[in-house]
């Protein structure tokens, strides 16, 4: 019985006891085997004549079935000379394209069975005429659904989310399931804590009251709010770029532009790095175009690829600032001038850095113009400038922005280029009005301050640099982000249910397909909000979950060879990390030293909140007369 349960989950289905008693033989597998013509001919099954019970029960399999009742129905039509030859019938069958694997030789052995009742009746596997008689088994839908789930659990990489309530006035605390459980929270992406700022709060609260808590539905019914369009006016601003266009989401808004622009651009080339992520690889699939996948921030492999084309097809490179799960950051000047070299254009993904780099937000394209970007008028063209020469930016309001939704900033004719023609744009409810007020004041809001930038920045070094003198292993890199290696998912899983259970701190690990095999990590993303006493009761949580569970530190990677730049030298992990040559943190040390003291001359280093910003309250008044 077990080699059915491995081979035929249909026949599995039936039990052990039926079958023998349907064959008549005292072995199921024998009463199987045996042929089907000479042993089982009688007049017991209804509809089957001259079958047996068990021939009719074989009958009833999706793959075997369709093939036995094709010959019959050839016979019948005598479309071939009867043969009395007998056909066995088959051992066990694959059960369609079930991905659990059958037993060894079952395969083959229906497969050639299969294939012999095709040939001996003229009607291929393909052709074979479609029956619905009562019993004919339908597919068995949850056993596929739980056999996907059980290759998840299999390879350790099946996702569990945890009952986290993040805690507005205390942030960056939160209470689990259990309301009086306290945990603090490492790894949320609102990384500068702006979905509790008064500022926003307000500026939403206000929108709800005036507007409502919904948009009616997508833009081209409800119509174009105000807010819309204010929202839209200030990311052109951000990005000094001369449209932008908001959706839903990030994701969508990835995918809904690569899928739109590529598909629209005639034999269109995409360039995409290897580290890219999954919604810029959905919209490259959507899209229908030919694509390079270059390895990651190597850009020689790049422009090899790119030398491939003439100048006069349409290509497009794909890639990000930050890259969210390893921190490194995208090289983005030197891309931007292979672009123009070889005739393309860049579509560059800043979700993971507007809000926190630049002077203004704007993310990492403008902080490597900090000074110029930091004297331009906001909205303003800098020729030359690296965010000037990026044709497509993306980002998203649902993570530094604290809010939710996300948006692209190109040249008027194509944002409305893919107005007109996204179905992810056109065919989606747009941002409630309370959303697009909130995104407006946090936007206003974190152009104006260096606080918060300041102190995510300088609590990231301290980790980093604390984390190093422990020997956890950090993957290398100039950003926020601190991912810590831990190189097994089944281990990383059970870290971060110890740090949750045991330490009341909640870090969610990260496995496969999100990051390699054998890369599986933590991803801690310190914010404002943490504090002293946090961060060394993180460290302490860290440096016991290690010593209990065994895990490698640095100098046991070093051993190894390094992995993912952990335990290898600066040189050699330097184009892998991106950023300048030579320089540790994209937040340079005079440029940290320049946000505190414009901080401290605006504020007297005190956080004061300030009121609503006066634009939003001017586009209500405006649009209630």
């Not at 254009?345 to 993971?352: A, G, N, P, R, W």
């Given at each position: ?15 052990l006891?039926?079958?023998q ?22 007049s ?9 019970a068990?021939?009719?029960?074989a ?14 129905a050839?016979e ?18 694959p059960?369609v394209?079930?991905?659990t694997a059958p ?9 050639v ?7 001996s ?8 005429p ?8 339908t ?7 739980q ?5 998840k ?30 945990v603090t ?9 702006q ?9 939403m ?12 539905g ?16 200030e ?29 629209a651009?005639?034999?269109?080339v ?5 580290m890219?992520?999954?919604?810029m690889?959905?919209g ?24 491939q084309?003439?100048?006069?097809t ?11 799960m ?8 030197e ?46 063209r ?9 044709d ?6 649902g ?15 194509l944002v ?6 996204a ?6 409810t ?12 946090s ?21 980093k ?24 998912a089944e ?18 690990s ?11 990590r ?30 490698k ?7 190894m ?6 335990g ?26 320049q ?11 005190v ?9 939003v ?9």
């Amino acid at each position: 019985m077990s080699i059915l349960n491995r081979s035929c989950p249909y026949l599995a289905r039936t039990g052990l006891a039926a079958l023998q008693g349907m064959s008549g033989a005292g072995s199921a597998a024998r009463g199987l085997a045996t042929s089907a013509v000479e042993q089982a001919r009688c007049s017991v099954c209804p509809g089957q004549t001259g079958q047996s019970a068990l021939l009719a029960k074989a009958s009833d399999c999706p793959v075997v079935g369709p093939s036995i009742r094709a010959k019959d129905a050839a016979e019948k039509v005598g479309q071939h000379q009867h043969q009395h030859q007998q056909h066995a019938v088959p051992v066990s069958c694959p059960y369609v394209n079930c991905k659990t694997a059958p037993a060894k030789g079952a395969a083959t052995t229906a497969g050639v069975a299969a294939s012999n009742h095709a040939a001996s009746s003229g009607i291929s596997a393909a052709n074979a005429p479609a029956t619905h008689a009562s019993h004919e088994a339908t597919f068995d839908y949850e056993g596929q659904y739980q056999a996907k789930l059980a290759k998840k659990h299999d390879d350790k990489s099946y996702r569990y989310f945890n009952n986290i309530n993040r805690l507005a006035a205390r942030y960056p605390q939160a209470h689990t399931a259990n309301a009086s459980n306290i945990v603090t929270v490492w790894c949320s992406n609102d990384y500068l804590g702006q979905s509790k700022n008064p500022v926003v709060t307000e500026a939403m609260k206000t929108a709800l009251d005036a507007y409502g808590a919904g948009a009616g539905g997508t833009r081209n019914i409800a119509g174009n709010s105000a807010l819309h369009l204010r929202l839209e006016s200030e990311l052109a601003m951000l990005h000094r770029k001369e449209a932008a266009l908001v959706f839903s989401s990030c994701f969508v808004a990835n995918d809904a532009t690569i899928s739109t622009l590529c598909s629209a651009l005639p034999n269109c080339v995409i360039f995409s790095d290897k580290m890219n992520h999954a919604s810029m690889i959905q919209g490259i699939r959507h899209s229908g175009a030919k694509k390079h996948v270059f390895d990651h921030n190597d850009l020689d492999h790049l422009e090899k690829l790119l030398a491939q084309y003439p100048r006069s097809t349409p290509k497009m490179i794909a890639f990000e600032s930050v890259y969210s799960m390893s921190g490194t950051v995208g090289r983005i000047p030197e891309i931007c001038a292979l672009a123009k070299k070889y005739g393309a254009i860049t579509f560059l993904d800043e979700v993971h850095s507007v809000g926190m780099y630049g002077p203004r937000g704007a993310g990492v394209a403008e902080h490597y113009d900090y000074n110029a970007s930091l004297q331009t008028p906001a909205g303003q063209r800098i020729p030359g400038s690296v965010m000037d020469e990026v044709d497509i930016v993306t980002g998203t309001l649902g993570k530094a922005f604290g809010i939710v939704g996300g948006y692209i900033a190109a040249s008027s004719s194509l944002v409305d280029m893919i107005r007109s023609y996204a179905p992810g744009f056109i065919f989606t409810t747009s941002l409630p009005p309370p959303i697009n007020a909130g995104a407006v004041a946090s936007i206003q809001y974190l152009a104006n301050s260096q606080r918060e930038r300041f102190l995510q920045q300088t609590h990231v070094r301290e980790l980093k640099a604390d984390l190093a003198d422990a020997g956890i292993p950090v993957v290398p890199n100039p950003s926020h982000i601190v991912p810590v290696l831990v190189g097994d998912a089944e281990r990383a899983k059970m870290a971060s249910d110890m740090l949750l259970s045991q330490h009341n701190i909640y870090v969610q690990s990260i496995n496969y397909p999100t990051v390699p095999v054998g890369e599986e990590r933590l991803r801690i993303t310190p914010g404002p909000g943490h504090d002293n006493f946090m961060r060394m009761r993180l460290l302490g949580a860290l440096d016991s979950v290690w010593n209990r569970l065994g895990l490698k530190r640095t100098a046991d990677w070093e051993r190894m060879g390094g992995r993912c730049g952990v335990g290898e030298s600066r040189e050699n992990s330097e184009q892998h990390v991106g950023w300048k040559r030579g320089v540790e943190n994209v937040w340079e040390d005079h440029q940290l030293k320049q946000a505190h003291d414009y901080e401290l001359a605006r504020k007297g280093g005190v956080p004061i909140v300030p009121a609503i910003p006066e634009t939003v309250q001017q586009i209500i008044s405006a649009t209630m007369l």
